[in-house]
């Protein structure tokens, strides 16, 4: 396999693409510093841009893409955190309120947190399903 570092001045991005042949089979990207060549192959991050990249260009502009699509990822990866933050904070808040006053038993509460914690993931999986 062959491994090769594209840098992006414009947005401060190494980018590094593992070829297998002519075929893309691995995306990893840092920004700002350099980059290790044994980094392991970032594979939703592969998978993302790998899915959505278009192939009828010049691979010029395929790099191009792949920075953008980098960008889109992790801005994405932002919004599932600040989409999950809310979320448990108000239902963490409501559960709290309703605790003080006598209305969720303790074995409530861990069930609310259950709930909790799956509609995280049915959010998350809602936002990617968007892209």
Avoid at 5 to 14: G, K, N, T, V, Y
Avoid at 37 to 65: A, H
């Amino acid at each position: 396999m062959k491994t090769t570092i594209h840098h992006f001045e414009a947005s401060d991005r190494l980018i590094l693409i593992t070829y297998e042949g002519t075929e893309i089979v691995g995306i990893n990207y840092t920004q700002g510093s350099e980059i290790e060549t044994n980094l392991p192959i970032d594979q939703l991050l592969t998978t993302y841009v790998l899915k959505r990249l278009n192939y009828d260009t010049t691979r010029s502009e395929q790099l191009e893409q792949i920075d953008q699509l980098i960008w889109q990822y992790v801005e994405r990866e932002h919004l599932l955190c600040e989409i999950n933050n809310k979320l448990e904070q108000q239902i963490s808040e409501i559960v709290q309120e309703n605790c003080e006053s006598g209305d969720v038993s303790p074995y409530e509460a861990d069930k609310l947190e259950e709930y909790i914690n799956k509609l995280s993931e049915l959010v998350e999986q809602i936002v990617i399903n968007n892209q």
